[in-house]
């Protein structure tokens, strides 16, 4: 079994006054809107009701068989129209009212995009009561979670009911933790699924990786730094910024080499922050895009195949530095009707924006990528697929996991790691399962490839980009 803990929208995100460059945002800015008003909202999507009361917003994880309290969030401020709340798992929740009477758009701020919520008359009685408890309870939420919100049972081959008619006659008062935990484990196994996961208390984890890839782990991307700086940069360092995790050296004949091993902790000995992972990777964006290195740059090779993901915004930030103007990323869509896993919320757009107060590089880009590019690491490939100018991906396809995930509470107090949006191109296609795919295939980090003292993506990226000589 791999752990892989999911780390794209579920990351505990500290603090965010601000959505960064506007990415993201409603068209409808709400500058001049009231706070949004106390009442019971219910979520298009996302199994989610809110109630927002007394400067306190609550949330609720609902099914069809039952309703679980879930994370609160007391009022911390404003900002242009919108109402924010530090949450008890440590995000920040954003909420502003819409356009239209009785609705509202809530946004998790580390994330782009934004949930759009529907005022009810009351909280649902079942959320009033106490929840039913003990192993089949837990059972009976883990499998309805995944039914009402999992989008990719179909793309995957998988027969969830069959999944449930085999395993629950297995489940029982008596079964223990250690049974149930089994049980569940092997129901999310045949996924491949990144972003789905299951922690019950502090010793049982499972996570899983698409086959034939490698979990980002600490070590193995301490592996492959120092293999690049062996073998591809001559010994040459690379300077380190953002905690070790953004990384440049200059190569010969005008070309740039930028390696990014995650798109979250970018702040040593503190939790990860947008607000302070956004201005870490600012400090390091502009120390690498100096006037000067920008004026004999010829050629950029970045460099996400070993990168475990984190906050998709900062993601977005980065691709801004890469563009002279505003630009499609993708459309993100949630899943939201129980019954019909073809139904989804209507899409988001989302672009990239280009930072005009920062320095910025527009020419040729080569993307390196493979089987360990995960999640924020994706999005911000899938984001610079629209990029205006000279901009292609070498190497091997993505691990295939997009969507933020929900961390779904069980009537046990585990919890359960549910993906339920997809990430769209402009022409409507997906990559969830099978990963981006390059537009030039090399291998990434084979056993052959180490024993042959290669790096084939990378000496493809260098002849591939001009230099100063050309």
């Avoid at 609550?58 to 949450?87: F, H, N, V």
Wanted: hydrophobic share 35%.
């Amino acid at each position: 079994m791999t752990r892989l803990r999911s780390t794209c929208s579920a990351i505990v995100a500290a603090s965010l006054l601000v959505l960064t460059a506007g990415v993201g945002a409603s068209a409808d800015t709400g500058a001049t809107r009231s706070p949004t008003p106390d009442g019971v909202w219910r979520a298009d999507g996302y199994g989610m009701i809110v109630t927002i009361r007394d400067g306190t917003l609550r949330q609720y994880q609902t099914t069809s068989i039952g309703c679980l309290p879930g994370p609160s969030a007391r009022r911390s401020g404003a900002d242009r129209g919108e109402t924010l709340y530090d949450s008890t798992d440590g995000m920040v929740v954003g909420v502003r009212p819409a356009a239209r009477p009785n609705r509202a758009e809530l946004r998790f701020t580390h994330a782009p995009g934004y949930r759009k919520l529907n005022r009810i008359g009351a909280l649902p009685r079942n959320c009033l009561r106490p929840a039913p408890s003990g192993p089949v309870a837990a059972f009976d939420t883990f499998w309805q979670s995944y039914e009402e919100n999992y989008p990719f049972f179909a793309a995957k081959g998988i027969d969830w009911h069959a999944l449930r008619d085999r395993y629950r006659p297995l489940v029982g008062s008596n079964t223990t933790e250690d049974e149930l935990f089994s049980i569940m484990r092997d129901m999310l196994d045949p996924l491949d699924d990144a972003h789905v996961d299951l922690t019950a208390g502090p010793d049982r984890y499972f996570g899983d990786t698409r086959p034939g890839t490698t979990v980002p782990t600490a070590d193995f991307d301490r592996r492959i730094r120092a293999y690049i700086v062996e073998r591809d940069l001559g010994g040459r360092p690379l300077t380190e910024y953002a905690n070790g995790r953004v990384a440049y050296a200059d190569l010969p004949d005008g070309q740039g080499y930028l390696r990014i091993n995650g798109f979250m902790g970018y702040l040593p000995d503190r939790p990860p922050s947008h607000l302070g992972d956004s201005a870490e990777l600012d400090r390091a964006l502009d120390a690498v895009l100096t006037p000067e290195r920008l004026g004999r740059l010829r050629g950029l090779i970045i460099d996400v195949r070993v990168n475990d993901g984190g906050m998709d915004n900062l993601g977005l930030q980065l691709a801004g530095r890469l563009c002279d103007r505003p630009y499609f990323a993708y459309a993100k869509q949630a899943r939201n009707d129980p019954h019909d896993a073809s139904r989804f919320t209507r899409l988001q757009p989302i672009e990239v924006r280009p930072d005009p107060a920062s320095t910025r590089y527009t020419g040729p880009i080569a993307i390196l990528t493979g089987g360990s590019t995960v999640s924020a690491g994706e999005t911000f490939v899938q984001a610079m697929m629209g990029r205006p100018g000279s901009t292609i991906r070498i190497g091997a396809a993505t691990q295939g996991v997009f969507s933020d995930v929900m961390q779904r509470r069980l009537p046990n107090d585990w919890q359960a790691g549910v993906p339920n949006e997809v990430f769209r191109t402009r022409d409507g296609r997906t990559f969830d399962g099978t990963g981006i795919p390059p537009n030039v295939p090399e291998p990434v980090f084979t056993e052959d490839e180490f024993a042959n003292h290669r790096d084939s993506a990378f000496d493809r990226a260098v002849r591939m980009l001009p230099t100063t000589a050309s």
